[in-house]
């Protein structure tokens, strides 16, 4: 699950980026305050990658799903690329986690089928 999530949030941090350079055009909105906005949501972009699979990093991330696509208010084009990244958020949760009960599958039945090897020796 971590490598799906982790690379849904990369991808997200580089659209973020875009997304502050199209966001600067804005006469409305100021520079700073378009790179503070922009820079907090990629920082957390890639520290989410690292706390994915702890209790409430899926949570977190979901929170992060919302908040881009509310940036849509901001540069329209947002609300479909949030959209967008909050289906393929929720793909790397569900199919990450099919992955991960398939692996541990895995691990039990060669774990299974190590020991009657072992016994029969």
Excluded: N, Y
Excluded at 20 to 49: E, N, Q, R, Y
Excluded at 100 to 112: D, H, I, V
């Amino acid at each position: 699950m971590r490598t799906l999530c982790s690379s849904t949030l990369i991808g997200e941090f580089f659209v973020i980026g875009f997304a502050g350079l199209v966001a600067m055009k804005d006469p409305d909105l100021s520079t700073s305050t378009v790179w503070t906005v922009s820079g907090i949501a990629m920082l957390l972009c890639v520290l989410l990658c690292g706390v994915v699979t702890r209790p409430g990093g899926i949570a977190l991330g979901w929170a992060l799903q919302i908040a881009l696509i509310a940036s849509g208010f901001v540069v329209p084009t947002m609300f479909f690329l949030g959209v967008v990244f909050a289906a393929l958020w929720w793909a790397s949760v569900h199919f990450g986690r099919k992955i991960e009960e398939a692996k541990a599958r895995f691990a039990a039945q060669s774990g299974a089928s190590g020991a009657e090897g072992a016994d029969a020796a």
